[in-house]
């Protein structure tokens, strides 16, 4: 089929706290495009339903209060089996134990409810870590268990694992897309027979889109504290980015990094890392994950790249060839 008879259809949603966009380009007939687009919605509610911190009866928040379940849902099993994988590979810098230091840091409700300033609790050191959490499966049964005083925020995770899980939904269409706040998975082309373009925005002037990705199939992810931050009532600011080693937000020396890999959850995950790491560190974590690259961009203003990520001038477009 030639490119040029190719239709963009697209949904765009709100969900686990940030706006999503599905994109599918395709020849078909709209109403299957858009069927598929509605089972992406789908999908996103339905996890986001399970794995939400601020939903009360959600899988987690049950999970949470508990201590434990030895019913776990598939999903929530290959989640916390995949988070333990992520765990070790990151040397515990990725630890979903921090949703303690994260209310504490003033983070306690959703992020559009949070008030001009916040009044942080005290310092809530590692009890834990998410070494500690056991989980255990034999002759088809499941547990787990977290330790005391220990609790899961899976956020960042979940959202790039079920951008990859929406992606899923949309492989068979001639191209799509799927944005979810910044978790970005693609395949195929566009309308117009090209990859997919994503724009990257300036940390230092948020909304200025300075960079920007050819994606045909793969995933970009950035993690930052220049947007998800809030004033605090004794002064300064705090952002959601914990670090574990301390459990207050991390003061790396890195406004962001850009991270593309084979998949969302996989960049999500190495640029929350790669960030916490901080400084040459961030490179240096990029170089563990095969097939990823990113741009590191200090508060500074000044950036780095790993070596298989070309850059061309300001303004211009920052070209990633697919593996």
């Known amino acids: 089929m030639s490119t040029s008879t190719l239709t963009e259809h697209r949904l765009a949603f709100r969900a686990m706290g940030t706006e999503v ?13 858009i069927g598929a687009l509605e089972a992406v919605r789908v999908e996103f509610t339905a996890q986001e339903a399970r794995f939400s911190r601020f939903i009360a009866d959600s899988e987690l928040c049950r999970l949470n209060r508990a201590g434990g379940t030895d019913a776990p849902s598939a999903e929530l099993w290959e989640v916390l089996t995949r988070a333990r994988e992520w765990w070790a590979w990151s040397g515990g810098l990725f630890d979903p ?11 306690d409700r959703t992020f559009s409810d949070l008030p001009a300033t916040v009044s942080p609790g005290a310092p809530s050191h590692p009890v ?12 088809g049964a499941r547990s787990v268990v977290l330790p005391p005083g220990v609790r ?32 970005v998975v693609a395949g195929g ?26 994606l045909q199939g793969g995933a970009v992810a950035t993690s930052g504290t220049y947007r998800r931050h809030w004033a605090l009532a004794n002064g300064g600011l705090a952002h959601h980015l914990i670090d574990p080693r301390t459990g207050a937000p991390s003061t790396s020396a890195l406004a962001a990094v850009t991270v593309t890999a084979s998949s969302a959850e996989a960049a999500e995950v190495a640029a929350k890392t790669a960030l916490l790491a901080g400084g040459a560190g961030a490179l ?15 508060q500074d203003g000044t950036f780095r790249a790993s070596g298989g990520w070309r850059m061309l001038p300001l303004g211009m477009q920052v070209e990633v060839v697919p593996a």
């Open 284 to 298: 240096d974590v990029l170089a563990r994950l095969p097939g990823a690259e990113g741009l590191a961009y200090e």
């Open 152 to 183: 899961l925020d899976l956020g960042g995770l979940v959202k790039g694992w079920t951008a990859d899980r929406a992606g899923r939904l949309l492989a068979g269409f001639d191209g799509f897309l799927v944005d979810a706040g910044g978790d």
């Open 21 to 33: 966009l599905a994109l599918v380009a395709t020849g078909v007939d709209a109403s299957t495009a």
């Open 128 to 139: 834990a870590d998410f070494g500690d959490v056991r989980l255990s499966e034999s002759g």
């Open 97 to 107: 134990t921090v949703l303690g230091a994260l209310e504490a840091a003033g983070y």
């Open 189 to 214: 082309v566009s309308a117009d027979g090209d990859g997919w373009c994503v724009a990257l925005e300036d940390p230092a002037f948020p909304g200025v889109d300075r960079w920007g990705v050819w």
